[in-house]
Every structure is written in C-alpha cells, then in structure tokens.
C-alpha cells in the first residue's frame, strides 16, 4: 500500500547490526535484500567472473573495486523484483564513487537508514559472529545465540571476522563514511545502534512506518 516501492540504504560500521536489521525490515516491507557482502560471498563461493576479482580482496577486509561492484549493483537494482517491491540496499555505497554512481543512474532513496556504534564494541561483536548456512540467520556467541545445539554445531565463522581484518574493514569505513553520507543528508536517518536490537529494530519501524504512510496520505489527499 505504498504511493511508490520503498527504496531504503542501510548504512554502519562493520558488524553495526545492517544484516540483523535488514532481517526485520524486509519482512515488514516485502521489500528486496539486496546485500553486496552476500551478493559477493556468494560469487566467490560460485567461482564467477565477479567472485575471481573480488576473492583476495574480501579474505583481507580490504573493500572490492568500485568497477566490480557498481556494476553488479546497478544490474541488480534493474531487474523486475526491485522495481516493483522496492528494495533495501545493504553495504552500498560504501565509497563516493559508488554513492556518485547511484546519482548518475538517477537511483534515490527514500531514507538512509546509518546505525552508529563506537569501534571497540564492533569488535566483540565481529569476532563473536555466526551465520546459519542454512537459513543464513546472523547470531551471536554472547548477545545472540542460536536456540538449539543443532543449530550450533552448524554455525560458520567469516573468514574476515577476525579481530586483525575487522581493523582493515573499519579504517576503510572511517575513510569513506563522511563522503557518502553528506550525498544523503535530506534522508539521513541516524539511529544509536549500541542498544539491544530490539530497541534498534523499533526505533527504525517507527520511523519507516511514518515515512510511507505519510506518502500514502499525500498521495490519498491529492
Ligand atoms: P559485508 O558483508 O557488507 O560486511 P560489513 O559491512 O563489514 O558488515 P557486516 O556483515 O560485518 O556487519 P553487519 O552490519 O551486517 O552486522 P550484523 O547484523 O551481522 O562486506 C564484506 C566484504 O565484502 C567487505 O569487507 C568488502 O570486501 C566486500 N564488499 C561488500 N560491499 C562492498 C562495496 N559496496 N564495495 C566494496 N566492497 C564491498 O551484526 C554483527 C554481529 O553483532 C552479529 O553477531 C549480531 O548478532 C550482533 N548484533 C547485531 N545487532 C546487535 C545489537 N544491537 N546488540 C548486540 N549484538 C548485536
């Protein structure tokens, strides 16, 4: 019941909670996930011609070339699912060139979704991390574990989760982070993501629940 499909960017710190998030809102908007990190993982572990060149730059934190990865983005973004459900781009842009590329394709989004925490709790938060393979839900050994032992023994480690490669990973978002989000001051939405999720997760549902239904009114009142 939106005037237009959502179009929403998630935008942290590694390990801010982006993917925990995404998890709650794409389920409320039916919108499209569109994870570069995921997107990339899965091409490496596929073997593509895209997975070829991002590989060693992945396994050493280090952030993809902007050539790689703006064009996976962009063909992404085209397809049929993301113009008619609208979408939820996550770890994109992650650079001015990108955040540039997006501008010169037309693409905008509605809100800009930055979840900030301080550094030192990144850390315990990447080196604490698992994923289920099988459902690719995100836990964590202390602040999220898994509800079953089945389920953890299952559980996968990142190979860039390490306490040495987050420090590369966060050097490269310090660098970038003001570039980009000067692009998306009119629909920056900052939310303190050094709370429970929950409390992250409502705070971020208030503010999207007001943001369309407001365009649904406007669009009803005109
Ligand atoms: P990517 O997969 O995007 O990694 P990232 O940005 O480093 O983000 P993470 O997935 O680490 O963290 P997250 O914010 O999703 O946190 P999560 O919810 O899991 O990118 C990986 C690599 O791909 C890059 O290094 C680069 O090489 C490449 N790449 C990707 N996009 C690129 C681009 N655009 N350009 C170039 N290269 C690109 O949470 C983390 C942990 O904390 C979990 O264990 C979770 O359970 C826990 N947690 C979450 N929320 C809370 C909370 N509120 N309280 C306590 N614990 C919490």
């Not at 049929?80 to 010169?104: H, I, K, N, V």
């Amino acid at each position: 019941t939106f005037s237009s499909p959502p179009k929403i960017i998630i935008a942290g710190a590694p390990a801010s909670g982006k993917g925990t998030q995404c998890e709650i809102i794409k389920a409320r908007y039916n919108v499209v996930h569109l994870s570069t990190g995921d997107m990339l993982r899965a091409a490496v572990a596929a073997g593509s011609e895209v997975g070829k060149k991002a590989k060693a730059q992945m396994e050493a934190g280090e952030l993809v070339s902007d050539e790689v990865i703006i064009g996976v983005v962009k063909e992404r973004l085209a397809q049929q699912d993301c113009r008619e459900r609208g979408w939820l781009l996550d770890g994109f842009p992650r650079t001015r060139a990108q955040a540039d590329a997006l501008a010169s394709a037309g693409i905008t989004c509605d809100s800009f979704v930055f979840l900030k925490v301080p550094d030192e709790i990144l850390v315990e938060r990447v080196v604490g991390r698992r994923t289920d393979p099988e459902t690719g839900k995100i836990y964590h050994l202390k602040f999220s574990p898994p509800p079953t032992e089945e389920i953890e023994r299952r559980l996968t480690h990142r190979a860039d989760d390490t306490e040495e490669k987050v420090k590369v990973r966060l050097k490269a978002f310090h660098e970038n982070v003001n570039s980009i989000s000067s692009c998306y001051t009119a629909v920056m939405f900052e939310v303190k993501g050094d709370q429970h999720k929950k409390n992250v997760e409502e705070i971020i549902v208030g503010h999207l629940d007001t943001l369309f239904k407001r365009n649904q009114e406007t669009v009803d009142a005109s």
